[in-house]
């Protein structure tokens, strides 16, 4: 069975650094990974999604990459900043179509 | 393009009280929609996937009972909760797949209290 787990659980940094954030699966017959974000209270937020064939995917200051063979997944943020704290969600597919998900990340930039 | 709604963003009910929310995709035909609850400070679990025209497929100890999901349209589905407890207050998010079947997009999500 799938297991996507995320590491850190929570992270807080300044403003101004840039973070690696981390997804790891399982089974390596995936077709896709996707980041989302949630923030507090809020529904979910896709950010990337990662077919793969593709090595990593770009969007503004975040970048994603997918290593399937190894079964890991990052989110690298440049330059963070406060309006970049929420907790963000790595999913892969199983099953054809449905969405299992990573145990998120709590990411906090502080002033 | 591909919104997703849900209505209501929030319900507070009394124990025993049955709840209905809606899942609407706004822009786009969507013959599976999914349900998923998330408890706090947790990630989102995948209760059913919900198929327009016919049953829902309800997830490994989930109560197709108490969670009853009905598909009728293509832009619609709704989760019931029927006789809701205490228990069952979570957040509730919805998505929606788009036609080539490689991507859910997400709903706002519903916060539902049971007192």
């Known amino acids: 069975k799938q297991e996507v787990t995320q590491i850190p659980a929570a992270l807080s940094v300044p403003e101004g650094e840039n973070l690696v954030l981390n997804c790891s699966f399982t089974d390596s017959a995936i077709y896709n990974l996707q980041w989302f974000r949630q923030d507090p209270g809020k529904g979910l937020t896709s950010l990337l999604l990662?077919?793969?064939?593709?090595r990593e995917q770009t969007s503004g200051r975040l970048n994603a990459s997918l290593d399937k063979s190894s079964g890991r997944s990052t989110l690298y943020i440049a330059a963070s900043q406060p309006g970049d704290s929420a907790t963000y969600l790595c999913?892969?597919?199983?099953?054809?179509?449905?969405?299992?998900f990573g145990t998120g990340t709590r990411l906090q930039v502080f002033p | 393009g591909a919104v997703v709604s849900q209505h209501p963003s929030r319900v507070i009910c009394k124990s025993g009280t049955s709840v209905k929310i809606e899942c609407r995709s706004l822009d786009f035909q969507a013959t599976t929609m999914f349900w998923y609850r998330q408890f706090p400070k947790q990630s989102l679990m995948l209760m059913a996937t919900s198929n327009e025209g016919s049953k829902a497929t309800y997830e490994q100890g989930v109560e197709k009972d108490k969670f009853l999901i009905n598909h009728a349209s293509l832009t619609l589905s709704t989760l019931t909760v029927t006789s809701a407890h205490p228990e069952d207050s979570s957040f509730y998010i919805c998505s929606a797949e788009n036609r080539q079947g490689n991507e859910q997009f997400f709903g706002p999500g519903t916060r539902l209290t049971v007192l």
């Open positions: 999913a892969v597919p199983y099953n054809t179509d449905k969405l299992i």
């Open positions: 990662i077919q793969s064939s593709q």
